[in-house]
């Protein structure tokens, strides 16, 4: 069970985004987050996954605080995949990082269609969708137990975002892997959402209407 | 520099074709409300190429590894250094290849395709927008004229203008207002008269699309994803454009701002004028087009009316067909993988 327990964030000199938050994701969940833009769909993911500090409450993973040192069990996948390699690293590389052994990591590429002549090349000469490939290869090489997935696939054309979004779901379901997401396609969400979260009207945030 | 690919076979050819009757001509079918104004296209692109010369890695190897046996045989005959670096052999890579397309009046046509797969290019080559290394062929006609380089730079922010994606294009140290006007041309009076003509033309257009006089004193930073919109189209509007080139305008926003901006550029169509609507979000695009053309690879497979996308049986390409399967509120599924294999996306 991931769960934040009333959490407080508000960046410095600005109101508070949450106060008193709480959210429970098991295993196995999809659970997408609804709100406006700019109430803090990113700055929750980035709290789940360990990048911010809440001022107030706590994050935890089956009860235990979020690890200092390691692999996290909550991996961020972001909107800019970009910004999240290492400019200056190969993406053999870069997908190294995870630490999984070769096979897994021969799995996942096979997995997300990743060619290997892509893992002689930097970051800057590979496109968008071919990034977020090895983002989300890496992310999952990680061996998480929660994937936090915000705007994965919105500079994706339809047909990867589909396939990119069948292999996730694919392996989600293998590992029982718990999903945190956020998109701004209602019919992609309708897809996916086993269960949405809306952050604008109740702030507590207590479980509402399960979606089909 | 546009070279006219040896001499269009027949050139006439697009004055004479019967716009009104035919069901299908230059390679696209019709919205059911495309209109041909005077009896001809807004905007016309047929057999569009766009390729770029670059250093040839491989023959570069190539020349190396052969230079490097001959130096052994005769060590005197090598070429010098300086001589090799002005010798760099060079390829040309086309990035766009017999692309057609076409605008009509009162209507929006979406370029939908991958990111990366050259539509930038495409919205570049309609603005007349080159680079040094850049080779473009084919035949543009816009309102009726054949177009030449020259001709689309001259038309660029006059009868076509370009929407940028966002508002990184507006310059940071100068106030919203003030850049919407634009440098006011003449001398003395008639400098002051085009100043006051400026201003009052962007007074009329921030009133049309609901920005406050305020605005115009903001910096850009200063302004909200919605009001930025707003802003980009009115710099785009000022010089009175027929066609209006929106390259991504809706990344970054959500959902509700999306549709508003995309429901500006409607207005546009609705009031005469043609928008040629560059962006990867399909489900977007099908919202607010007419007509969409599905770019891949660097050519537009189809070019189509919104309606062929409500059946899959309505559409001609096995792509148009995938991307429709593909889409989430569709099967959200990837029907052929033969097709997308060694496709980067």
């Not at chain 2, 995309?262 to 607010?288: C, K, Y």
Request: glycine share 8%; with cysteine.
């Amino acid at each position: 069970m991931l769960e934040a327990r009333r959490i407080a964030f508000g960046y410095p000199g600005a109101p508070l985004l949450y106060r008193d938050f709480s959210l429970a994701v098991s295993p196995g969940e999809r659970v997408q987050l609804a709100a406006p833009s700019g109430a803090g769909k990113t700055t929750l993911a980035r709290i789940l996954a360990g990048y911010e500090r809440p001022r107030a409450g706590e994050v935890l993973v089956d009860g235990a605080p979020l690890p200092r040192r390691g692999a996290c069990p909550v991996q961020l996948v972001g909107q800019h995949p970009e910004m999240t390699v290492d400019p200056r690293q190969r993406m053999d590389a870069v997908l190294a990082e995870a630490g999984a052994t070769f096979e897994e990591e021969a799995r996942l590429r096979e997995l997300l269609g990743i060619q290997d002549r892509w893992l002689t090349r930097f970051p800057h000469e590979l496109s968008g969708g071919e990034l977020q490939r090895f983002c989300i290869a890496r992310a999952l090489a990680a061996r998480p137990r929660y994937l936090i997935a915000d705007e994965i696939s919105t500079m994706l054309d339809a047909v990867t975002q589909a396939r990119l979004w069948q292999a996730l779901l694919a392996e989600a379901d293998a590992r029982d892997l718990g999903m945190v997401f956020v998109s701004h396609s209602p019919a992609l969400s309708a897809r996916i959402a086993t269960r949405v979260v809306d952050l604008s009207g109740d702030r507590c945030g207590a479980p509402d209407a399960i979606r089909g | 520099m546009v070279e006219p690919r040896e001499a269009p076979a027949v050139p006439e050819a697009h004055e004479s074709l019967d716009h009104q009757r035919s069901a299908m001509h230059h390679h696209h079918s019709h919205a059911a409300d495309s209109r041909h104004g005077c009896g001809h296209h807004l905007l016309t692109v047929e057999d569009l190429s766009v390729a770029f010369r670059m250093y040839d890695e491989t023959a570069a190897e190539a020349a190396r590894t052969e230079k490097a046996g001959e130096a052994e045989e005769a060590p005197g005959r090598r070429p010098s250094a300086w001589r090799r670096y002005l010798g760099a052999p060079q390829r040309e890579v086309e990035v766009i290849h017999q692309l057609n397309l076409s605008v009509h009046e009162g209507e929006i046509v979406a370029v939908v395709g991958a990111s990366g797969s050259g539509k930038t290019l495409l919205a570049d080559a309609v603005l007349g927008l080159f680079e040094p290394n850049a080779l473009v062929r084919g035949r543009i006609w816009f309102d009726g004229e054949p177009m030449d380089a020259a001709a689309l730079a001259a038309e660029r922010g006059r009868g076509i203008a370009l929407m940028p994606q966002s508002v990184a294009s507006l310059d940071p140290l100068m106030r919203v207002g003030r850049q919407v006007e634009g440098a006011p041309r003449g001398r003395r009076a008639a400098r002051r008269a085009d100043a006051r003509r400026r201003a009052e033309r962007r007074r009329e257009l921030f009133a049309r699309y609901g920005l406050d006089e305020g605005v115009a004193r903001l910096f850009p930073h200063e302004l909200s994803g919605g009001m930025a919109r707003r802003v980009l189209l009115c710099c785009a509007l000022m010089g009175n454009p027929k066609l209006i080139v929106a390259d991504e305008p809706t990344p970054g926003l959500d959902l509700d701002l999306a549709v508003r901006a995309l429901a500006d550029l409607r207005a546009f169509a609705d009031g005469g004028g043609g928008v040629m609507l560059i962006t990867h979000d399909i489900e977007l695009a099908l919202t607010v087009a007419d007509r969409v053309a599905v770019f891949r690879d660097g050519t537009v497979v189809e070019e189509t009316a919104v309606a062929s996308f409500a059946d899959p049986a309505l559409l001609a390409h096995p792509f148009s067909r995938q991307l429709w399967h593909a889409l989430p509120e569709h099967d959200f599924a990837v029907t052929d993988t033969a097709v997308e294999r060694g496709v980067p996306c």
